[in-house]
Every structure is written in structure tokens, then in C-alpha cells.
């Protein structure tokens, strides 16, 4: 009997003691799983935004790069035409040198030709 009184003075105790603080952790570790599945849904919504940010700031780079590549293609095509035509013009001038040096030449013959006459009707 006597071992009965002493167990249920320490099932009173335990109820009256222990049992509520339980409650209250058990409370407490709801709160903290709510928190917690709180915090993992904000971080899949954060996860969700920086994805769709990356996403886009790739789809910005392609685009960039794209006018990038397309921007050096019209100017390489630029200077390859004015390249041609520079090289056009100094072909169109050569030929104007080598005519006048070719005239100039003739010229020069033309000029020795008439010498050469003149000294023969002076010398006669």
C-alpha cells in the first residue's frame, strides 16, 4: 500500500510537473515545424525567382552577344569593302602612273627622234 502512495504521488507529480512542460515543448516543436516548412517554401519561391532571374539574364546575354556578333559581322564586311575599294583605287592609279611614265617614255623617244632629225637637216 504503502508502495502505491508512493507511485501515485509521483504520477501526480509527473502529471502535474512534467506532463504540461511536455505539452509545451511539443507545442513549441509545432510552432517550430511550421516556421520551418514556412522558411522552405519562402527558399523554393527565392530558389524559383533567382532561376527565373538567371534565366532571363542568359536570355539577355544571348541577345546581347547576338547583336555583338551580328555588329563585328557589318563591320567586317565594311572594311573588307572599303579594303577592296582602296585596293581598287590604288590599282586605278598604278595604271594612270605606268601611262604617264609610258607617255613619258614616248615622249622622251619622240624628243631624241626630233633631235636626231634636227641634227641631220642642220648638218646638211
Avoid: C, W, Y
Wanted: proline share 1%.
Amino acid at each position: 500500500m504503502a508502495n502505491n502512495i508512493g507511485v501515485s504521488a509521483v504520477k501526480k507529480v509527473i502529471q502535474e510537473l512534467v506532463v504540461p512542460e511536455l505539452q509545451t515543448i511539443k507545442d513549441d516543436l509545432k510552432d517550430v515545424k511550421g516556421d520551418v516548412k514556412g522558411l522552405q517554401v519562402k527558399i523554393r519561391r527565392l530558389d524559383e525567382k533567382i532561376d527565373s532571374g538567371l534565366a532571363r539574364l542568359d536570355e539577355k546575354i544571348d541577345s546581347k552577344h547576338s547583336e555583338a556578333v551580328g555588329f563585328f559581322k557589318r563591320l567586317d564586311e565594311k572594311i573588307d569593302s572599303l579594303h577592296n575599294e582602296i585596293n581598287i583605287r590604288f590599282e586605278a592609279m598604278d595604271e594612270k602612273i605606268e601611262d604617264k611614265i609610258e607617255s613619258r617614255d614616248r615622249f622622251t623617244a619622240l624628243e631624241a627622234k626630233v633631235a636626231n632629225l634636227a641634227a641631220q637637216i642642220n648638218s646638211r
